[in-house]
C-alpha cells in the first residue's frame, strides 16, 4: 500500500485535533494528498478505527514474502537477542511468522507475555522495510557463520543465549 495512503489510515484513527495537528506539520503537496484520501475514507463510512491500519498490509505485505519466513526460530532468538521488547512486538506484527510461537515459548512465561503484547502504532511502511532487511541480512550472517544452529550449534550454547537475552529483556 502507497505510504500516503497508509498514513491517511493512521490519521483516520485519529481525533480532528490530533488530524489537523500532524497535517499542519507536514508539506503542502502532502498535505493535499492526505487530506483527499481522508476525505475518500469519510465518504466511503470506513470507521475511524485505528486497528484499520495495522490490517491494512503496508510493511506486512512485504514481510509475508520475505527471507525471515524461512528462518528458523533459533535463529530469529539470536537474531532479535539484543533488541529492545518494543522492537520485538513490532517485528512480530509485522508477519503471522512461521517461527514466531517456538520463538514465543523459549522465553519464560512473563518475558513471553511482554514480548507478545501489542505492538502499539504500526512503523511506518519505509522503516519497517528497512528494519526488515537488517533482520534478513542478520539472520543470513547467523546462517553462514561456523557457530549457527544451522552448522550444529549446542544446545548448551543456545541456552547461554537465551539467558543472556532474557537478563537483557528483564
Known sequence: ????????????????????????????????????????????????????ARQAGGARAVADQGPLHKASAAAMLQVLADEPVWLVRQVLALSDWPWRQAYLEAHPQQQRARLGGDAGTPLHPQAAQRLLERLAERAGQHAASPAGPASGA?????????????????
Not at 13 to 32: F, Y
Not at 154 to 170: D, I, P, V
Open 1 to 52: 500500500m502507497p505510504a500516503h495512503r497508509q498514513s491517511a489510515l493512521l490519521l483516520h484513527g485519529l481525533g480532528q485535533a490530533d488530524q489537523r495537528w500532524i497535517l499542519s506539520q507536514l508539506g503542502e503537496q502532502d498535505r493535499r494528498i492526505l487530506a483527499g484520501h481522508l476525505a475518500d475514507l469519510k465518504e466511503l463510512g470506513i470507521p475511524a478505527d485505528p486497528s484499520i
Open 154 to 170: 549446542t544446545a548448551a550454547g543456545l541456552l547461554a543465549r537465551l539467558r543472556q537475552a532474557m537478563r537483557r529483556s528483564a
